[in-house]
Nanobody
Framework: QVQLVESGGGLVQTGGSVRLSCAASGRTFSSYAMGWFRQAPRKEREFVAAIHWSAGSTRYADSVKGRFTISRDNAKNTVYLQMNSLKPEDTAVYYC???????????????WGQGTQVTVSS
């Protein structure tokens, strides 16, 4: 298991940008696929983006493709989510997660952070 702590959330206007960070503890970070998920009020948690342990492969939800970019720095044990052209519907608590494979299902990730709130004002 790896411990994860997200940061970087906050209030941003429509069309703005935010970069989320997720710092991981543990020396095995580089062996994990990392994912970002989000949960809006009264909605199910949904997949946002994921990145292979080698950073050689990524996947995105259709709703964020072209606007969000996931990246990782294994030397810093950190994964990032750069969010551009934000919309009010992007408002949610964003969670990072670690798992053995690059998948879009939340059940594929065994370690989760506590989440960070992103609010996009219209």
């Amino acid at each position: 298991q790896v411990q994860l702590v997200e940061s970087g959330g906050g209030l941003v206007q429509t069309g703005g940008s935010v970069r989320l960070s997720c710092a991981a503890s543990g020396r095995t970070f580089s062996s994990y696929a990392m994912g970002w998920f989000r949960q809006a009020p009264r909605k199910e948690r949904e997949f946002v983006a994921a990145i292979h342990w080698s950073a050689g492969s990524t996947r995105y939800a259709d709703s964020v493709k072209g606007r969000f970019t996931i990246s990782r720095d294994n030397a810093k044990n950190t994964v990032y989510l750069q969010m551009n052209s934000l919309k009010p519907e992007d408002t949610a608590v964003y969670y990072c997660a670690a798992g053995p494979y690059l998948v879009t299902a939340s059940s594929g990730y065994g370690s989760w952070g506590q989440g960070t709130q992103v609010t996009v004002s219209s």
